[in-house]
Every structure is written in C-alpha cells, then in structure tokens.
C-alpha cells in the first residue's frame, strides 16, 4: 500500500490543499508534499494526527474493504437468457450470492418456465410486475396476477411458469441466495 498516494487521495477528497491540511495537523506543507510523494514517512503518531485530520483513523485506512455499494444501476446487471425454458434471469446485485438474500427478476415468455428449484433451508418471496405467473409449491399450483406476492419456506421443491399468451415478469428474492 502506498501511504502517500492515499493520504493525498483522502486529502483532495476532503477538498483540502496540502497547506490546509499541515495546518490542521501543525506540520509544514512540505512534509505533506513529502509524504504523498513516497519521499518520507511519518511516525506512527504524525499519521494518526494527519488520518484524524481527514475524517479516519488508522484502523479504516489500512483496512482493505471498499466502500460498500448501496445504489445498483443497469450496468451492474448481469442476465442469463434460456431459450430452451423461455425465460431470463436477472441477477440485479452483483455478488449477491455473498449477501443473506438474493433479489432478481424473472422474465418468462409464453409458455415460459423458471428452473426447478429442490427442497432447501431458506425462505422466497416474488412479486409479479408484469402478467400473470402459476407458482408451483409442492404438488400446489397457485395464480399469481401483477401487483400480487408470493412468500413461502423452500422446504418443498419450487418453480414458476407462465401458461399464459403474454410474457411475465417477477421479482424474486430468495434467502439464502439459491440462484
């Protein structure tokens, strides 16, 4: 890790010029010059007093995790079409798998059929934006129109389908991520 390059990353996020922030940790502006350029090291306590200066502490700075990402937009959308069953899967956060739950959209063309999903521990939840889905739980088969939800525990095998002459669209999310 270059200490300097983000120290000087940090500092302009803060909008502070090199004078600014010396100022605000009593050193020179040169020594800030220094250390953002990997010419010098500060002590432990010089970089705890510079890190305190730009809103941080010395356990954020050197931890590795990014920010974490709360807004998706399209372009973080990755789809899986099968033409065979009809539909598209739409994983609409990525890396979702990682997370606790598992949101995406389910496109079925007419005629159209999610994959069946086996008996595991777990809850799912859909709600129908668009046409008109048949949620097969078990041996039930149960109409689901738009604007309607479905929730159930996945302790039964599970599938949707779309019988109808329109194509459907669901959101699903399924907790543990199963997709």
């Not at 956060?93 to 008996?119: C, R, T, W």
């Not at 088969?141 to 929730?151: C, D, P, T």
């Not at 002459?165 to 991520?177: I, M, N, R």
Request: with cysteine; glycine share 6%.
């Amino acid at each position: 890790m270059k200490i300097g390059e983000k120290i000087k990353r940090l500092r302009m996020q803060h909008n502070l010029t090199q004078e600014e922030l010396a100022d605000r940790c009593e050193l020179s502006k040169g020594f800030i010059s220094q250390v953002e350029r990997e010419i010098t090291s500060p002590s432990i306590a010089t970089l705890v007093d510079i890190l305190e200066s730009l809103g941080t502490n010395l356990s954020d700075f050197f931890s590795d995790k990014s920010p974490e990402k709360v807004v998706f937009t399209p372009d973080d959308v990755s789809v899986k079409i099968d033409q065979e069953l009809g539909n598209e899967v739409h994983w609409i956060i990525p890396n979702a798998q990682k997370n606790a739950m598992e949101p995406i959209i389910v496109h079925l063309e007419p005629s159209g059929e999610s994959y069946f999903d086996s008996p595991h521990d777990g809850e799912e939840f859909g709600y129908v934006l668009s046409g008109q889905i048949e949620l097969h739980y078990g041996s039930k088969n149960l109409k689901v129109h738009s604007g309607e939800s479905f929730y159930f525990t996945s302790r039964v095998g599970h599938y949707i389908s779309n019988p109808n002459s329109k194509p459907a669209s669901v959101l699903w999310v399924s907790t543990p991520p199963s997709f």
